[in-house]
């Protein structure tokens, strides 16, 4: 793991989860609510109490655009750049592994390798049913 991108006391927890696929989003010990991206305060009533809870890992997609251009080698296009809004509340940018989706679609949290890097979370549709 780079220690440069992954190591700072802030992400730390995140990337460690990711590591075991456990997808960590932030609560506030103050008023309950959930945050996502990593902040060393709550964004609902600026208290510092926070703490690192597992996300149940399921949402709905808020927007989703289709990426055609070749940003990083990592990501073969075509590919779906999504909005999700997670059930806990936060919304999360991430890839949608699936040909297509819409807004409004059901997605569960699956993980995408990258050694020696930890895993990033990617979502998947959720079968209805």
């Known amino acids: 793991m780079n220690p440069d ?12 989860a990711a590591r ?10 103050t008023c ?3 945050q996502f991206y990593p902040r060393p305060f709550c964004l ?3 208290a510092d109490d926070l703490e690192w809870v597992r996300a149940r890992g399921t949402g709905t997609v808020y927007a989703a655009t289709t990426v055609r251009i070749q940003i ?6 075509p590919y779906i750049v999504a909005l999700v809004d997670l059930d806990e509340g936060p919304r ?3 890839n949608i592994l699936a040909p297509a989706c819409v807004i409004g679609q059901r997605v569960r949290v699956t993980w995408k390798d990258r050694e020696p890097d ?4 990617v979502f998947e549709p959720v079968e209805e049913g």
């Not at 991108?5 to 460690?16: H, I, K, M, N, Q």
């Not at 990083?72 to 296009?77: H, I, L, N, Q």
Request: proline content about 15%.
């Open 72 to 77: 990083s080698p990592e990501f073969e296009p």
């Open 5 to 16: 991108f992954y190591g700072d006391a802030l992400t730390s927890p995140f990337w460690e």
């Open 118 to 121: 930890p895993p990033l979370p």
């Open 20 to 29: 075991r696929r456990a997808l960590l989003i932030q609560r506030c010990r």
């Open 92 to 94: 999360i940018l991430s």
């Open 44 to 46: 609902k009533c600026d």
């Open 32 to 34: 309950g609510e959930y």
